[in-house]
């Protein structure tokens, strides 16, 4: 009865869960065991809106070819299932190394959907999927700062780990609590600028779109992320990686996959990310990685086995983003009463050379990593 009455006070106020232990997480890794990964239809980047608290996301991740490293991002929350908000985020990072990194976040205004939720409106931004399903255009003149401008063309399948990339929170596996999906589109084309006071940024290269879908409170869900999106001339590869808090277990669920132009090489679940070395945050007091040991491992579709990896420092970090200081007053409210929840981005981006070993065959591959590690409770 206890736990009850403490589920029902964390589903309203966002207070801390009982702990239920691994057990009540049917975790996505599981599925992949005897489905590594699914490719999937143009219908499965399609918006859920759901009508309890949740958060969904489509992000965009760009690496051009100027050196340029950026990301643009709708976040459509709904807290409670009485109050809903709607954010348009927009981040460049400069290669040189001196120029200060570029961030624009504004609330929208009157956001909508297409009939078939495949495309998304506010004023003055438009994310419009094309009829195919194969292409999205961005376009956003919501701040001054950065115009955008963008066009992302989808160049290998798009894929979720397991049969359906969703894992359930759940005592009983039949009524989850919530739920954790996310859909990848690994490898894409990008085209377009990002206009800024200093003039426009030609962000032709490549580029990543992830589709994400919280269904409770973040701060239930995850404790901490580590997301990796490498990209190469000739490869991409990407890493979603979580841990439960406390009451799923403190549980390990981890998906990516190396893709090529056309084809998926492999994908699925589990992979490792691994700190090596840490230094903790003067500010936030986290235990900050400083260095990174991943490991993407699975099989390609003539059995071969295949592995990617990676270790080294991280070097010189790009960012450190508040949460808190971030999103909207309504959902803080709900967050920021919770002890111990001090959620806190860091960002890097950094030239390097990925070991791709297929069976006996191994290249060394040059590209570009942006690697975030996020430390919520």
Known sequence: MFNWAKQQLANVA???EPIYGPEAIQSVTKQAEATPYTEVPKDAIKWRTLEWTNVETQTFYFTADSGHVGMAQVIYSNVAGVHITCQFNTKVFYPDGKTPLLWSSNQLENYGFDDEKYSFFADDVAVTLSEDGNEFTIKSVVNGDSLVDLRITKEAPAFVAGRDGTSTYATDPSTPRGWMRH?????????????????????????????????????????????????????????MDFVTPPSYGETNVNVGGLVKDGEIITAGSPHLVLHTETIEDEVAAWPVP??????????????????????????????????MAEVPAFLKSIIGGVAGTRPYIYQWTLPLTMKIKTGENT???EGIMYYESTFIS
């Open 14 to 16: 966002g207070t801390a």
């Open 183 to 239: 859909v990848f589109w690994p490898r894409n084309k990008v085209t377009g600028t990002i206009v800024t006071e200093a003039g426009a940024l030609d962000f032709a290269g490549r580029g990543l779109f992830s589709h994400a879908l919280q269904g409770m409170k973040p701060h239930h869900a995850a404790a901490k992320w580590n997301f990796v999106n490498f990209q190469s001339p000739n490869y991409s590869a990407v890493m």
């Open 363 to 365: 290249i060394d591959e």
């Open 290 to 323: 400083s260095a990174l040991k991943l490991l993407w491992t699975g099989k390609a579709k003539d059995g071969k086995d295949v592995t990617v990896s990676w270790e080294g420092p991280l070097g010189e970090r790009l960012d450190r983003v508040d949460v």
